[in-house]
């Protein structure tokens, strides 16, 4: 296959930064297992520790607070399925608006899943979370609260000092998903309320297959893979030196520059706006993280608008992309109350640590030529 020229999906897995390539070349060279105590395996276990420490400091967590897995789905699995059996939950309560490994983990629970809607503009609505911890008393239940930082199909960022503020004080188990935050906002673990966090190395630039739950040290019983001990038992297996040593080296090159990409995503935003006035921006009225855009130009379908973008180089997505690679209806869109045909139409460009200008105009130039064929065709509305 060929590389696309404009790669415009980095919510989707960010480029390889070339620190964590150089990273991974120098790890494969060593030779052994990490837990072994002899010097090759000492090499490998310096490699972990270095790792740990760079991704807890991008985290504002401490060190010993993170548990690498092998995705933030595992992290997230963990969090939820462990975190449900460890601290007795009797339910699940999370947002409409969350990622499906948060949903799917929820549901595999067994536990009543409890869903918080989320507002027009994709905010959680805080007032049913109120509620939610109020039923939960009621019903002498412990709550698994189960909630995203920001939203990866909008970027709409949701008001995690209130979340905290709500749920921190309680007697309940408070996870966050934070995935799409991280390297973006700074987390602040450490000194924050959440019990758990998620987060993911390919969304900041090291590859995939390498994640870390970020546990306080009550939570240190929250455990999905006994196995061998590795991570002081909290996550079992062979820890992979090479991606966490790839994980460490792109958490400490993380640069991201909120101005730049804003401007981009602004660009894009105003192109659009000019080109098809009928435009629907998602989430516009929200507060959002600035990397990502999601619309949706009414009559134009995101299968075809895809496919055709794809044919000119332009690699974008929709608001949602099931792991089949098919065009899925996105539930986050529809909690947000917009309509079917709308949604249908929706596509995402996300922006990151390599992304410039010239990719914003590459993709107004591209929509610019897939409108006007459309028009010839006399699809468009
Ligand atoms: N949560 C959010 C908000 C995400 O955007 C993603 C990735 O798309 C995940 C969880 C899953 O991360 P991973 O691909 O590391 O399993």
């Not at 760079?54 to 401490?62: F, H, K, N, R, S």
């Not at 999905?224 to 297996?237: F, N, S, V």
Request: include cysteine.
């Amino acid at each position: 296959m060929t590389r696309a020229a404009t790669y415009l999906d980095h919510n989707a897995s960010s480029p390889l930064r070339p620190e964590a390539r150089e990273a991974v070349l120098a790890a494969l060279d060593l030779v052994g297992n990490p837990s072994s105590v002899h010097a090759h395996g000492r090499a490998l276990r310096n490699l972990v520790e270095t790792g740990r420490r760079q991704v807890a400091e991008l985290a504002g967590a401490e060190p010993k607070q993170v548990v690498f897995t092998g995705s933030a789905t595992e992290a997230i699995t963990q969090a939820i399925l462990g975190g449900a059996r460890a601290f007795s939950a009797g339910a699940v309560a999370l947002s409409a608006g969350e990622h499906a490994a948060v949903g799917k983990a929820a549901e595999a629970t067994g536990l009543p899943v409890w869903t918080i809607s989320l507002d027009g503009e994709g905010r959680i609505d805080l007032d049913q979370l109120t509620v939610t911890l109020q039923k939960a008393e009621e019903q002498g239940l412990t709550l698994l609260v189960a909630l995203h930082w920001v939203n990866n199909e909008t970027g709409v960022i949701q008001p995690i000092e209130r979340i905290n503020a709500l749920v921190g004080p309680t007697r309940h188990t408070l996870f966050i998903d934070a995935v799409q935050a991280f390297g973006k906002r700074p987390l602040e673990f450490a000194t924050s309320a959440p019990d758990m966090m998620a987060v993911s190395g390919h969304k900041i630039g090291a590859p995939a297959g390498i994640g870390a739950l970020l546990v306080k040290s009550h939570a240190d019983t929250v455990r999905l893979i006994p196995g061998g001990g590795q991570e002081q038992g909290r996550r079992g297996g062979t820890e992979s030196a090479t991606l966490i040593a790839a994980f460490g080296a792109a958490a400490a090159a993380n640069d991201y520059d909120a101005e730049t990409l804003s401007a981009l995503v602004q660009r894009v935003e105003a192109g659009l706006r000019k080109l098809a006035p009928d435009v629907v921006i998602f989430g516009q009225g929200a507060n959002r993280i600035g990397n990502v855009t999601n619309f949706a130009v009414p009559g134009v379908g995101n299968a075809t608008a895809m496919m055709a973008l794809d044919l000119m180089g332009l690699s974008v997505s929709s608001g949602s992309a099931c792991s089949s690679g098919k065009v899925g209806a996105s539930h986050v869109l529809a909690a947000m109350g917009v309509p079917r045909d709308l949604a249908n139409c929706a596509l995402r460009v996300s922006f990151g640590w390599n992304s410039t200008m010239a990719d914003a105009d590459a993709f107004l130039a591209g929509f610019e030529t897939l409108l006007s064929r459309q028009k010839r065709a006399g699809k468009a509305a």
